[in-house]
């Protein structure tokens, strides 16, 4: 729980429709409770690519990850009426790590139930699902 006189509610945005629903959903709860909200995007590199040489630059998947993270708060901020204060955070590393660091301190934490996934993902479990297993508060999971 969040120590401060400030709520917060941590919300993970990755572009997918899910969680810009999540987003929504996050901010109309922040308006009813006075919290602050945090929009998270995680962003890593793929398996496939090398160092010797990818489809992309390096600095080209934190771009695209920014991009998508500005404009998924955007959009929903322009659709949504609402005064509460948005920060923005981009990270390096797995969405689900990122999202349970981040919400280490929050009173909620506000996921989609499927966002873009990957081979990787598949592997290892949903975000969604290893959220809400491992979060140390309370995890809300929004379905489209």
Not at 16 to 32: I, N, V, Y
Not at 64 to 74: H, M
Request: with cysteine; hydrophobic share 40%.
């Amino acid at each position: 729980m969040n120590s401060g006189s400030q709520r917060k509610i941590v919300v993970g945005v990755d572009g997918s429709k899910s969680s810009k629903c999540a987003l929504r959903w996050a901010l109309k709860q922040a308006a009813l409770s006075g919290a602050s909200v945090q929009v998270v995007t995680a962003w890593e590199f793929p398996a496939f690519y090398s160092w010797e040489g990818g489809p992309m630059p390096p600095d080209d998947f934190e771009e695209s990850a920014r991009k998508s993270l500005d404009e998924s708060v955007d959009e929903v901020e322009h659709d949504t009426v609402s005064i509460t204060p948005v920060q923005r955070v981009l990270t390096h590393g797995h969405a689900a790590q990122a999202l349970l660091d981040a919400s280490a301190d929050a009173d909620l934490l506000v996921v989609g139930s499927r966002g873009h996934g990957s081979f990787y993902g598949a592997l290892l479990g949903s975000v969604s699902q290893r959220c809400a297993q491992h979060a140390h508060c309370p995890v809300v999971i929004v379905r489209r």
